[in-house]
């Protein structure tokens, strides 16, 4: 049985600019991602960064990958729109979506999703509390209820997202903000998942139950089987026309 082809994109800036970073996430933030994905040995996962040649998106890598997880935050807006409009094609052809944290503010995730993507605000620093919304979703599977991430930035409602499938996590934070902080979404054949949880200065990604959660919504996006399609044919009588147009009227 072939294995699930994982992309974990980064944009890679802060670890190579700021050394608190840097020591946070040794090997990127999309090491630390695709580190915790990889104990699944049913998926075959490798990264891209922003810093790469083509921002890491040539060479028809979104052609061979069926899961992209996206990370992105201070020059994610340099991202080049084509490449924003391959992903929202690779989408609606399939390929499953996980956008992370800042990733809402992405030209990816907005072109997929339609709308500005934007939180209403943001603080830095202060407990997160994840409460599970919809029990039994297959992204829950094995996750404590709340998620305590005990240092996290803050979004909060509204947040302009539309035509949400699924609120699967909610957050709610010390000041009395909350924030739906994992939606699914379902664009053309493709399955989207965006999840809150994140940012650099804090060690969200090295935390094991949200490593879990990353595991899982990827085994979630995978890409769906095509139907086949099978069009019946009525019996027919062959000595006997068919429809009006097969003679003419008397």
């Known amino acids: 049985m072939s294995r699930l082809r994982v992309t974990v994109w980064s944009e890679n800036h802060h670890e190579r600019h700021e050394p608190a970073i840097a020591a946070l996430y040794p090997r990127g933030i999309h090491g630390a991602i695709a580190a915790a994905l990889s104990v699944d040995r049913g998926l ?3 990264t891209a960064t922003q810093d790469e040649p083509e921002q890491g998106l040539g060479g028809g890598l ?6 992209l997880l996206w990370w992105g935050h201070k020059v994610q807006g340099d991202v080049a729109d084509a490449h924003a409009e391959t992903v929202r094609r690779r989408v609606s052809e399939g390929m499953g979506f996980v956008a992370l944290h800042s990733a809402l503010n992405s030209k ?25 919304a919809t029990a039994g979703h297959p992204i829950v599977q094995g996750i404590p209820h709340p998620v305590i991430v005990p240092d996290s930035e803050m979004y909060c409602e509204p947040f302009d997202v539309d035509q949400v499938e699924e609120t699967v996590f909610i957050s709610a934070f010390d000041g009395g903000e909350v924030f739906r902080s994992g939606l699914t979404f379902r664009r ?18 090295h935390d094991a139950t949200i490593q879990q959660i990353l595991r899982n919504a990827t085994r979630w996006a995978a890409p769906e089987p095509r139907p086949t399609l099978v069009v019946p044919t009525a019996p ?15």
């Open 188 to 205: 053309g054949r493709g399955k989207v998942f965006y999840f809150g949880p994140g940012h650099e200065e804090y060690p969200i990604y």
């Open 108 to 132: 990816p995730f907005r072109a997929v999703i339609g709308t500005t993507g934007r939180s209403f605000g943001f603080r830095h620093g202060g407990r997160e509390l994840v409460w599970t």
């Open 44 to 46: 075959e996962v490798r």
């Open 236 to 250: 027919r009588d062959r000595d006997k026309p068919v429809g009006w147009f097969a003679g003419s009227p008397s």
């Open 62 to 67: 979104l052609e061979s990958t069926d899961v």
